[in-house]
């Protein structure tokens, strides 16, 4: 899709993300899943496979790696053809706790795609090639020091979360 950069697996899709100070793509709410989807479908790339940072890797329970957070509860975009079902996507909140339960959990279908032709998301195998969309997130855990910004130089508007479509259409 890109000459630029090459479908890549889960892993180093991650790790290239990270070298730019960014991350691969979490969705923690319905209304940025279905803007993405929108987003890729209304320019032609829902024919494309692309990594999201969600998987289940170590554990029996979804999270994004990018936020650490479980798979939200309230929407599930897990397509019906998958080995998982919507059950899977919500099976605790506690990491910890389900970690210690899970035994055997390797690669093999534990990293989440969105998958072509409707976007929907599937396990797959995290060595599998695939396209991918980094984010930039903006983080309140770290220390960005207490050099004030004057009013005047202030933005009027900024959003929490900006996705920024590296993969996709800056390096086009």
Request: aromatic content about 14%; charged content about 15%; proline content about 4%.
């Amino acid at each position: 899709m890109n000459p630029f950069i090459p479908e890549l697996n889960y892993f180093l899709a991650y790790q290239y993300c990270r070298s730019l100070g960014l991350q691969l793509v979490s969705f923690e709410t319905k209304e940025k899943a279905d803007l993405m989807m929108k987003y890729l479908k209304n320019t032609g790339y829902a024919k494309y496979d692309f990594w999201t940072s969600g998987n289940r890797l170590g554990t029996d329970m979804f999270l994004w790696m990018s936020t650490g957070s479980p798979f939200n509860s309230t929407f599930n975009y897990m397509n019906k053809s998958s080995k998982d079902n919507a059950a899977d996507a919500s099976r605790g909140t506690n990491p910890q706790q389900v970690s210690q339960k899970s035994v055997g959990i390797g690669n093999i279908n534990s990293c989440m795609a969105m998958s072509s032709p409707n976007l929907m998301w599937s396990t797959v195998d995290c060595m599998l090639l695939k396209n991918f969309i980094c984010e930039q997130t903006r983080s309140y855990h770290y220390n960005y020091g207490t050099n004030s910004v004057p009013a005047s130089l202030s933005l009027k508007h900024r959003p929490e979360t900006e996705c920024i479509f590296w993969a996709i259409d800056n390096l086009l």
